[in-house]
């Protein structure tokens, strides 16, 4: 490349410059368990608005109520319906199934898997090798006319909802194919005091992100502790 070359380039983007993400709806497949709730708690108290989703619409109002800080509750296809950015936090069991009857819903949006498809036996966690090579692929395949990204896979639901714990100490690793919508996930990480979202990759390289939790998980029985996660140098 010459220098001529050079000067004709854009400059880079800086990768901090991330759009505001406040205004958007941010809804929770699956809102009422432990990850869902807590993801919720924090995004809610950082001022987003969020709708948290279950298979029974009864079921997210009362955890809505529970919650407070104006979270909403609704079935998982009306979450979907009404939300700007959707993460899954279904357990691994009902992805595909849950993904396949919103695919409607879900056109369009910004979807968050944080799924970590994950085994246990005597000697602990490991990670199951889904066929399309990842949770988050298989939602991108479940779901092809959403912006499919990944993220979230390492927090303890424990920290995020406890409040006594000012903030979640801890880098969030985003994934995606697209920079425009891994950049609208890594602000809205950003927007939870403590943690920050480093772009990861492209989905492809979901899978390890995702088993990574096993090794995480072996860490927290031996140190009894909620261990998070720092990419350091960036
Ligand atoms: N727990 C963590 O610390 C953590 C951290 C990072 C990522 N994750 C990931 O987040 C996801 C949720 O984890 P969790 O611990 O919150 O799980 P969970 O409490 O077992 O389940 C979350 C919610 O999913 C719904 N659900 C249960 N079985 C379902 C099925 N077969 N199909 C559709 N929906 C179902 C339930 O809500 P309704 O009955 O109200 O529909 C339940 O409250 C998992 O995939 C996990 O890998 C968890």
New binding site residues.
């Given amino acids: 490349m010459t220098t001529s070359d050079e000067v004709k380039k854009a400059p880079a983007k800086d990768p901090w410059d991330l759009p505001d993400v406040s205004g958007l709806v941010v809804g929770v497949l699956?809102g009422?368990?432990?990850?869902?709730?807590?993801l919720a708690y924090r995004l809610a108290k950082a001022g987003q608005r969020v709708i948290i989703g279950?298979?029974?619409a009864e079921?997210?109002h009362t955890a809505a109520e529970e919650l407070g800080l104006g979270v909403e509750g609704a079935d998982?296809a009306e979450c979907a319906r009404r939300s700007d950015i959707v993460i899954v936090?279904?357990?691994?069991?009902?992805?595909a199934?849950?993904l396949e009857a919103l695919r409607e819903e879900l056109a369009g949006k910004l979807v968050i898997d944080?799924?970590?498809p994950?085994g246990f036996d005597k000697q602990g966690a490991y990670a199951l090798k889904p066929a399309e090579g990842s949770a988050a692929q298989q939602a991108a395949a479940l779901l092809p006319e959403s912006r499919v990204t990944a993220a979230?896979?390492?927090?303890?639901?424990?920290l995020l909802s406890d409040p006594d714990v000012a903030e979640i100490d801890t880098d969030v690793m985003v994934l995606g194919d697209k920079r425009a919508d891994t950049d609208l996930v890594q602000a809205l990480a950003g927007r939870i005091p403590g943690m920050r979202g480093v772009y990861a990759g492209r989905l492809r390289n979901a899978h390890q992100v995702e088993s990574l939790?096993a090794n995480l998980i072996s860490a927290n029985r031996r140190y009894k502790a909620h261990a998070g996660l720092r990419v350091t140098d960036v």
């Fill in positions: 699956g009422t368990g432990d990850q869902g709730r807590g279950s298979r029974a079921r997210a998982n936090a279904v357990p691994w069991e009902g992805h199934a849950t944080c799924v970590n994950l979230f896979h390492h927090l303890s639901a424990v939790v």
